[in-house]
């Protein structure tokens, strides 16, 4: 077109004009940006720094839907002292909040309880004031709504502990009771509603044939086990809440050597880690040799680990869902992701025995004597292994401590059951691991 753009722009000031845009480009447009994401860092900084329980709480809302950065936000309010209380669901609302004490857990990121549940949950509780127990909550709130599912996702999480009474029991045998009344607190919620809305529910003076359930004693049933309660809550909310199943092996993983995934911060050729398999994955080679990945959790984050065939040959029994493994292998580490290649996998469970260099067990004299000596001889004879057996025993007189060892014929095997066989015998505390 004889120099003549399309539009009628000759060719000489098109060029112009681009290479005033691309000279624009090369500094207009990066600094407005700079300037703008500077300023938005900044603020972000200082709320962090000067109100940081309304900044996690606000980050925790919007991200109570993403398990993984929950758990690691949670991590981060330990790191700057922000205390994360429970959900509650006398105290809880929808979303995180701030209370006097930190930041109370926003029943929005209980697992299985949709807004429209929680809502109605809360309309109940401000009707009523205060939920004081799970019969009351079934009668005011809308059960098309807040079903069984709801209503054991919430006892899961802990959001129930308040409507077990005055009983003084702890916290496992509350949640067990609660959730083995569910099904008769639903069918008493439904009766109730019905009749109420036939007005009959104050016919005569006296209300339904269930009345004076609410304040009731729940039904007796097993209490939860520690590994059963902080299952549960890892079902419910996605993380550990009360406490975490590594944390009784602290010891031992730091006598070991394992390294916390947090401080993972590059690749490195030979390292161990400890934590919990979760997202596991059995997969197939094109070769059709098995192999997994799976993720490990540990208390303040998570990892995936790689399983190679030839590694997993040899370990296949130990991995499985929420397993407690220690993993050795190759960490790798790029911008975009990071991963651990294993080369070696052992049960967390047998640190015990790895770190474990005698056992102890100490004893007053009297009121031990004979019978505990004997009961014990036949105890650690069902412990065999290659660890000393130390006795220390305290004796009148003595200033100090008779430190025995037993028969060379009685040197056991470090684990958890011989340490609980032997507390009941001999005591709790009695026996030390060294």
């Not at 703008?36 to 839907?65: C, D, G, S, V, W």
């Not at 059963?228 to 909310?237: N, R």
């Amino acid at each position: 077109m004889n120099g003549t753009a399309a539009n009628g722009i000759s060719e000489k000031k098109a060029r112009k004009i681009f290479d005033l845009m691309e000279f624009f480009a090369g500094y207009g447009f990066t600094k407005s940006h700079s300037t703008t994401y500077a300023l938005l860092a900044y603020q972000t900084a200082y709320l962090k720094a000067n109100y940081p329980r309304h900044f996690m709480a606000a980050l925790l809302t919007i991200e109570a839907a993403n398990t993984d950065k929950l758990a690691t936000y949670l991590g981060e309010c330990r790191d700057v002292d922000v205390r994360i209380l429970s959900p509650d669901l006398n105290s809880s609302e929808l979303t995180f909040t701030v209370v006097p004490e930190g930041v109370r857990f926003g029943l929005c990121a209980v697992k299985n309880v949709g807004e429209g549940a929680v809502l109605s949950l809360l309309e109940a509780r401000q009707a009523l004031g205060r939920i004081d127990s799970l019969y009351t909550l079934c009668e005011y709130a809308d059960l098309r709504l807040v079903n069984k599912r709801v209503l054991e996702s919430l006892i899961k999480a802990g959001a129930m502990d308040t409507l077990g009474g005055n009983t003084g029991l702890p916290v496992p045998a509350i949640r067990a009771r609660l959730f083995a009344a569910v099904d008769r607190a639903i069918e008493h919620g439904n009766r109730h509603q019905r009749d109420r809305d036939k007005g009959q529910s104050q016919l005569f003076g006296g209300g339904t044939e269930d009345d004076g359930l609410s304040t009731v004693k729940l039904p007796d049933a097993a209490p939860w086990t520690e590994a059963q309660q902080l299952a549960f809550e890892k079902e419910a909310l996605g993380l550990y809440m009360s406490g975490h199943p590594l944390e009784r092996f602290g010891e031992e993983l730091k006598l070991f050597g394992a390294r916390r995934v947090a401080a993972l911060a590059a690749s490195e050729a030979d390292v161990w880690v400890g934590g919990i398999v979760s997202g596991l994955r059995a997969l197939k080679t094109k070769r059709g040799d098995r192999m997994a990945v799976f993720m490990l959790d540990d208390i303040d984050g998570n990892v995936e680990v790689v399983v190679f065939p030839e590694t997993f040959a040899k370990h296949a029994a130990l991995i499985e869902a929420d397993a407690m493994l220690l993993v050795r292998g190759k960490f790798e580490k790029d911008d975009e992701s990071a991963r651990l290649v294993a080369t070696e996998l052992l049960a967390i469970a047998a640190l015990k025995e790895r770190t474990t260099r005698e056992v102890a067990i100490h004893l007053s004299v009297p009121p031990h004597g004979r019978p505990t000596f004997e009961a014990l001889a036949v105890l650690l004879a069902r412990h065999r292994g290659d660890r000393r057996v130390y006795l220390e025993l305290d004796v009148p007189g003595q200033p100090r401590a008779l430190r025995v060892r037993a028969d060379v014929a009685q040197r056991v095997k470090p684990s958890d059951r011989l340490v609980a066989e032997v507390e009941q015998i001999c005591g709790t505390g009695s026996v030390e691991l060294r």
